[in-house]
C-alpha cells in the first residue's frame, strides 16, 4: 500500500523527491540526495575540471630547479595565480632542510629574482621567482617543519604563491619533458 502511495506522489509531485524516500528509523523522511551513497573518485587525478586555458593548471620548470603551477582564482577579477617551489631534484641535491627563509607577502617581484632561501645539512640555495608578479601567500608550515620539502618539494613543501603579472613568461618556461632532459645532461 505504501508503495502504491509512494509511486503516486512521484507522479503528481516529480520535484518533492523527499515524498517518496522512505521513511528512515526515526520515523523522518530522508531527502533521496542523502539516501544515495557518496560518490568518490578513486585517484584525484580522475576528477573532471574546467579549463580556460591549455597552461592552466600546467607545471612548468626554470633551469634553476624552481618550478610553477598555475590556478585559475575565481574571484570578482580573474586573476592567474601560481603556486610556487623547488623541484624533486634539488630537494635531493640539497639533502636534509634545515631552515627555510619565506618571501615577504605584498612584495612586488620580476622574473629571476629572489624571493627566499634553503638552507639544508650540505649547503645553501636562493629561491628564485620564475614570473614576474606580487606574492600573496606563504606556507607557514615550512618555518616549523623545515623538512617538509624534502618530503613532498612539489606538493606540500610548495613555498609561495604567486599573483602572475604576465602569463606570457610562463609560457617561455620548460614543462617536464624539458626539464627531464635538463637534469640529465
Known amino acids: 500500500m505504501a ?10 509531485f516529480p520535484s518533492l ?5 522512505p521513511l528512515s528509523r526515526t520515523g523522518v523522511r530522508t531527502p533521496a540526495w542523502r539516501s544515495q551513497p557518496k560518490r568518490t573518485s578513486p585517484s584525484p587525478f580522475n576528477r573532471r575540471g574546467f579549463r580556460t586555458s591549455p597552461a592552466s593548471y600546467e607545471k612548468k620548470y626554470t633551469k634553476d630547479h624552481e618550478w610553477i603551477e ?10 592567474l595565480q601560481g603556486t610556487i617551489g ?6 635531493s641535491a640539497l639533502g636534509d632542510v ?3 627563509e ?12 629572489t624571493i627566499g632561501a634553503v638552507e639544508s645539512v650540505k649547503s645553501a640555495s636562493d629561491i628564485m621567482t620564475p614570473v614576474t608578479g606580487k ?33 606570457k613568461e610562463v609560457e617561455s ?13
Open 3 to 12: 508503495a502504491i502511495v509512494r509511486r503516486q506522489l512521484a507522479l503528481q
Open 17 to 21: 523527491s523527499c515524498a517518496v524516500t
Open 70 to 79: 598555475l590556478s585559475d582564482d575565481k574571484t570578482e577579477v580573474m586573476l
Open 86 to 91: 623547488i623541484t624533486h631534484y634539488a630537494a
Open 98 to 100: 634545515v631552515y627555510v
Open 102 to 113: 619565506l618571501p615577504t607577502l605584498d612584495l612586488e617581484v620580476s622574473a629571476g629574482d
Open 135 to 167: 606574492i600573496i601567500a606563504t606556507n607557514e608550515k615550512l618555518e616549523e617543519k623545515p623538512g617538509t620539502i624534502n618530503k613532498g618539494p612539489e606538493d606540500e613543501g610548495w613555498i609561495a604563491r604567486i599573483e602572475v603579472g604576465d602569463s
Open 173 to 185: 618556461l620548460m614543462d617536464l619533458d624539458d626539464y627531464r632532459k635538463h637534469t640529465e645532461e
